[in-house]
T-cell receptor
Framework: EAQVTQNPRYLITVTGKKLTVTCSQNMNHEYMSWYRQDPGLGLRQIYY???????DKGDVPEGYKVSRKEKRNFPLILESPSPNQTSLYFC??????????FGPGTRLTVT | AQTVTQSQPEMSVQEAETVTLSCTYDTSESNYYLFWYKQPPSRQMILVIRQEAYKQQNATENRFSVNFQKAAKSFSLKISDSQLGDTAMYFCAFMKLVKAAGNKLTFGGGTRVLVKP
C-alpha cells in the first residue's frame, strides 16, 4: 500500500529539549516536504527536498532542520523547541509535478 | 510570491443541499495546478479535486466540481447533494509548475463546512 508514515503521532515536550519527527514514504518519490498547520493560516511549507542530499527552505524554516540521506526518509529536527512551534505537522511526498501524498500528521505541543 | 485566500471561515448546509466554497489566488505564473483538499476530524489530508491551469474545462469528481475562472483568479468548489461525511475543513491550494519550486503547495486559511441532518 502506497503510504507516508510519520512518528510520533503525538508529542508533548518541554522548551529546549531536542526532538526528531520521522517521515518515511514507500513510493520512491523524489520530492518530500514538511508543512505546519496553524488555525486560520492553513498549511505552510517548512522545508522541502527534491532528492537525496538536496534540501531547501520553505516559507517558515526558522527553528527547524532537515536531512535527506536516503530517498525514503525525511526527518524533521527541532534542536531547541519553543512554544511557538506548537503545531500540527505534516510530511508529504510526490513525483515532480505530481499528486502529493500526505502523512497522518504529528501533533506537537511544546510547554 | 503566491497567495491563496478563502474568504469564508465557516459554512453550514443541510444534508442533500448544495454548498459553494470560494477561493481566490494571486500569481504571475501561467502554468500551475489548483487543488481542493478535505481535512475531516481525523486530520488526514484528502485530495478532493485537481485543476490544471491550461485546461479550460472545469474538473469534476462525483459530487464535487469546480468553477475555474483563470482571468479572475478564482477557483470555487461546489459540493452537491451534501452528505454528513462531507463535514470537514476544506483547503484551497496552489502549486506552480516549476521544477525548482519543489512541488510546493500554497494553502488558503481553510473553510470549515458543517453538514446538518
Amino acid at each position: 500500500e502506497a503510504q507516508v508514515t510519520q512518528n510520533p503521532r503525538y508529542l508533548i515536550t518541554v522548551t529546549g529539549k531536542k526532538l526528531t519527527v520521522t517521515c518515511s514514504q514507500n513510493m520512491n518519490h523524489e520530492y518530500m516536504s514538511w508543512y505546519r498547520q496553524d488555525p486560520g493560516l492553513g498549511l505552510r511549507q517548512i522545508y522541502y527536498s527534491m532528492n537525496v542530499e538536496v534540501t531547501d527552505k520553505g516559507d517558515v524554516p526558522e527553528g527547524y532542520k532537515v536531512s535527506r540521506k536516503e530517498k525514503r526518509n525525511f526527518p524533521l529536527i527541532l534542536e531547541s523547541p519553543s512554544p511557538n512551534q506548537t503545531s500540527l505537522y505534516f510530511c508529504a511526498s510526490s513525483l515532480s509535478g505530481g499528486r502529493q501524498y500526505f502523512g497522518p500528521g504529528t501533533r506537537l505541543t511544546v510547554t | 510570491a503566491q497567495t491563496v485566500t478563502q474568504s469564508q471561515p465557516e459554512m453550514s448546509v443541510q444534508e442533500a443541499e448544495t454548498v459553494t466554497l470560494s477561493c481566490t489566488y494571486d500569481t504571475s505564473e501561467s502554468n500551475y495546478y489548483l487543488f481542493w483538499y478535505k481535512q475531516p476530524p481525523s486530520r488526514q489530508m484528502i485530495l478532493v479535486i485537481r485543476q490544471e491551469a491550461y485546461k479550460q474545462q472545469n474538473a469534476t469528481e462525483n459530487r464535487f466540481s469546480v468553477n475555474f475562472q483563470k482571468a479572475a483568479k478564482s477557483f470555487s468548489l461546489k459540493i452537491s447533494d451534501s452528505q454528513l461525511g462531507d463535514t470537514a475543513m476544506y483547503f484551497c491550494a496552489f502549486m506552480k509548475l516549476v521544477k525548482a519550486a519543489g512541488n510546493k503547495l500554497t494553502f488558503g486559511g481553510g473553510t470549515r463546512v458543517l453538514v446538518k441532518p
